[in-house]
């Protein structure tokens, strides 16, 4: 499954970067959300793929009985997701209140810093 | 001998207190040191004059062989005296001639960093070492020559001064290493015995090539001459030592320095006498042309430079003997003269020979000093100029091949004539004759100011006299050092009536007919303006145009201001870069199959998501894009609950539905999308975006297999439970075993909602007009 997920997430990256190199500014938001998934499907498809077998200890054991699923990539993802998150909210204000003040949503007319 | 070195630069911090709590006798304080570490130096002429060395070594950099150590044989002593001893007097003069500046203190910071590098340079036996002080002249002649920071030109010639030595110092670094590749050591002391190795090593060409040019940088050999006079910018006590006992010295120095192990090949013999013949007569001649007192004398200095290189480039033992003794010849007149041009300056208010003459009453002690350093410069006995002369033309006609002895006796006899004539027009004539009036009363100079001239001036005297209580202590143990045998030695003024006396004689007569017709060859030389403007200079200053202009180029290409541009420009070097390494490393194996096999249902999701993607790119309206950007987000979410990550799933639900929902309310107050680029562009950017997506499955497929070590997660497995007493790994490692990296995330959450509250709720108060 892992090289059809690598097709797939080269994809998803195509997209992502085809979205940001558009000139109107609110596809720039499409493109990072896009790109967040699909840098953390990266992570999470190179560390390996395994069925049902969480990271988690049953009760009463002290380490997992079977080979489980590695867990720290899972952990850099789950802090991505929500840091992608994070970013995405504060991009969004940005290109708000950006189209806010200077009237326009093509990125080739912001190229000075005074309206 | 680490302490005498570092002294200065200790020194140098406390200076500009020295200066504020001496005032106006913090010339002589700062003077002491000097003056101490002359009678330092001086305490070891009875050891190297027995013919012994003196190593010292500190650990600096032990893994690369980089030691802080250094060496004192005949020649480092010499030039160590030199620059210590003319040192004294140009602290004592500077502390009067600038007493008035404010930036007196700052003017001893960088003369004393000068004057400790310097000292450095010549003591250091480690090739590193050397360099590094090598640089550091660079940089603290940069500081002095631009003291004057408010004017342009002070600026301009400093910058050129750092450009050309610090370019040149480059080239030198890269000799050095290469040359201790090729005689197995960086300490100068053991490079020195294997001199044969070195010449026959396959590197010797490139190595003699690159030193050359840092020497001849340094020391402003044609076509580098140019930035000597220039650097005229500087006060003048910084000229006379800058150009007696340091700085240009330097160069020179590196030269007799390696003589013992680069010299004697047919390059060697061949190429630099022809530099140093071509710079003697380019420096003298220019010298003719000029009318301000400071410009002739840089200009003699580029000659005297000259000279010396063409000595060494001879490389007999005559001229060895020829080169030292000129060395310390010029030293003296030429650090004496310049200090007097500052005392006609001082007393007079301009340099302009054309305006100065007839001062000798006004300035009796200043035209003492003048004068004896002017005979010595003409090479008149019994000034030890007239020694230094007469050998300089024995080793020129003792060259090894006849074609070269006639074409260097030529040249030092022109090159001697002139300096007749440029000796008189420096020394005599501000004092004797008629001149106009000049800006200031004329007036002697303050004992501060004429003690230096004059003493350096007088040891011409002395030790033309006398020329053994110089020789046998000081300048035949250098002669040696240079040529790499002891030479055993007995200076003498008179060489007996013989055709090199005869030349002497000659030269005399003509440098006296030169001095009458100076007016002559000055307005003939002037006509030749537009053809000297032409020069290396003009050279200089288009390259450092077309730099200029290079640069902005490139930051006009590269940092056009367009969003687009840059993105384009990163992908498209990192597709080439990293998918070239790809193409040319051919051990990288990309892992097309795997193990975990693909079920139905999986590569439903996977299509699904990539079909979603695609659907919000090329959706026209925002609504349908958000929907499509959903099912992508969702069917991530999916992948995670299908291979063993409940956490991830959770999260990316819960922070999907969150961006939908943040879309869906913001978007309503953004503008619709619409179709800004024509399809053209559209095409180069899908082709831009698809190559990188490509770049990145590939990197995916190489990166699965690259797994070289046991991956540290399976000690987190083990630990989770038995250490931080938590079932589920994942949230295990979160909160316990990088606990500091979820800190930081919080942190950059919290930032991001003050940001977005800040983007959302403060507006700046409505200015005019808005």
């Known amino acids: ?115 | 001998m680490l302490i005498a070195v570092l002294s200065g630069f200790v020194l140098a911090v406390a200076a500009p207190w020295v200066r504020q709590y001496t005032g106006r006798y913090s010339g002589w304080v700062i003077g002491l040191l000097p003056a101490g570490l002359t009678a330092y130096f001086a305490s070891h002429i009875p050891l190297i004059a027995a013919g012994e060395t003196l190593r010292v070594v500190h650990p600096w950099v032990p893994g690369l062989d980089i030691q802080l150590s250094f060496y004192m044989d005949g020649l480092s002593l010499l030039f160590a005296l030199l620059i210590s001893g003319i040192g004294t007097f140009i602290f004592i003069y500077a502390g009067s001639y600038m007493n008035k500046r404010p930036d007196l203190g700052r003017f001893y910071v960088y003369l004393l960093m000068f004057m400790a590098s310097m000292l450095g340079l010549v003591l250091a036996d480690n090739l590193i070492a050397l360099f590094v002080f090598w640089e550091l002249t660079s940089v603290s002649s940069y500081l002095l020559i631009g003291i004057d920071h408010k004017s342009e030109t002070a600026r301009k010639s400093a910058l050129q001064a750092l450009l050309v030595t610090a370019g040149g110092g480059l080239a030198l670094l890269a000799g050095f290493i290469l040359l201790a590749a090729a005689g197995g050591s960086f300490e100068i002391s053991e490079l020195l015995s294997r001199g044969d190795v070195v010449r026959e090593h396959g590197l010797y060409l490139g190595i003699l090539i690159l030193v050359l040019i840092g020497c001849f940088t340094k020391s402003a050999q044609v076509p580098f001459h140019f930035w000597l006079p220039s650097a005229m910018a500087a006060p003048t006590p910084v000229s006379a030592y800058l150009h007696s006992a340091t700085m240009v010295k330097a160069g020179v120095f590196l030269l007799a320095r390696l003589f013992p192990v680069l010299s004697g090949t047919l390059v060697w013999s061949v190429v630099v006498p022809l530099f140093g013949a071509a710079t003697m007569l380019t420096g003298i001649i220019l010298a003719m042309r000029q009318t301000d007192l400071k410009l002739i004398l840089a200009y003699t200095t580029v000659a005297a430079l000259g000279t010396l290189t063409l000595m060494l480039g001879i490389g007999t033992e005559l001229a060895v003997k020829a080169a030292i003794v000129f060395l310390v010849v010029h030293s003296l007149y030429k650090g004496a003269l310049f200090l007097v041009a500052g005392s006609v300056d001082h007393g007079t208010g301009t340099r302009d020979i054309t305006v100065l003459g007839g001062h000798a009453k006004a300035l009796p002690i200043t035209f003492a000093a003048a004068a004896l350093a002017g005979l010595s410069m003409a090479g008149i006995p019994p000034l030890l100029g007239f020694l230094g002369k007469e050998m300089l033309y024995e080793a020129a006609a003792h060259a090894d091949w006849l074609f070269y002895a006639v074409l260097f006796t030529l040249a030092v006899v022109i090159s001697g004539m002139l300096h007749v004539a440029v000796a008189a027009i420096v020394s005599l004539r501000p004092f004797i004759g008629q001149g106009q009036d000049t800006p200031v009363t004329p007036h002697e100079a303050p004992f501060a100011m004429w003690l230096g001239p004059l003493t350096l001036a007088s040891l011409g005297l002395v030790f033309g006299l006398l020329p053994a209580m110089a020789g046998d202590a000081l300048l035949v143990p250098a002669m040696g050092a240079v040529y790499g045998v002891p030479i055993d030695y007995q200076l003498t003024l008179w060489h007996g009536f013989n055709w090199i006396l005869m030349l002497s004689l000659l030269t005399l007569l003509a440098g006296v007919f030169v001095y009458r017709s100076r007016e002559r060859i000055r307005a003939r030389l002037t006509d030749a303006d537009p053809w000297i403007n032409r020069g290396p200079e003009y050279g200089y200053f288009r390259a450092l145009d077309f730099l200029n202009w290079g640069a902005q180029w490139q930051t006009r290409f590269f940092q056009n201001g367009y969003l687009g541009n840059y993105l384009r420009i990163l992908i498209a070097s990192t597709v080439v870069l990293v998918g070239g390494t790809f193409l040319l490393k051919d051990n990288l194996s990309l892992a097309w199959q795997s193990g975990s096999g693909m079920r139905f249902y999986e590569v439903v999701v996977a299509v699904l998501m990539l079909a979603a993607a695609i659907l919000a790119v090329e959706r026209p309206s925002r609504l349908s894009s958000i929907a499509a950007l959903g099912i992508t987000g969702y069917s991530v979410a999916l992948i995670y609950v299908l291979f063993s990550a409940p956490d991830l799933a959770l999260t990316q639900i819960l922070v999907e539905t969150l961006t939908v929902l943040l879309f869906v309310l913001i978007f309503y107050r953004l503008p619709r999308f619409q179709t800004l680029s024509p399809p053209s562009a559209r095409r180069r950017d899908a082709l831009f975006a698809v190559s990188m997506g490509g770049l990145v499955t590939v990197l995916m497929l190489a990166a699965m297999d690259a797994r070289i070590a046991v991956p540290i997660s399976e000690y987190h497995i083990a630990a989770s439970e038995p250490l931080a007493f938590g079932r589920n790994i994942v949230n295990v490692i979160l909160v316990d075993f990088r606990a500091l990296d979820t800190l930081g995330e919080i942190v950059v959450l919290v930032l991001a909602a003050v940001g977005v509250y800040a983007l959302m709720k403060l507006y700046p108060p409505k200015s005019e007009g808005q």
Request: proline residues 6%.
């Open chain 1, 1 to 115: 499954m892992e090289p059809f997920l690598a097709v797939v997430v080269g994809g998803l990256f195509a997209a992502g970067l085809y979205m940001i190199l558009r000139r109107s500014i609110v596809k720039l938001l499409i493109g990072l959300v896009l790109l967040s998934n699909a840098a953390n499907l990266v992570i999470f498809v190179t560390a390996g793929l395994h069925r049902g077998v969480p990271p988690l200890v049953p009760e009463g054991a002290s380490a997992p009985l079977h080979t489980v699923a590695d867990p720290l990539p899972q952990a850099l993802v789950l802090t991505a997701i929500v840091i992608s998150f994070g970013v995405l909210a504060f991009a969004m204000a940005l290109v708000h209140r950006t189209h806010a003040m200077v009237k326009t949503d093509d990125i080739n007319d912001l190229t000075s810093t005074d309206s």
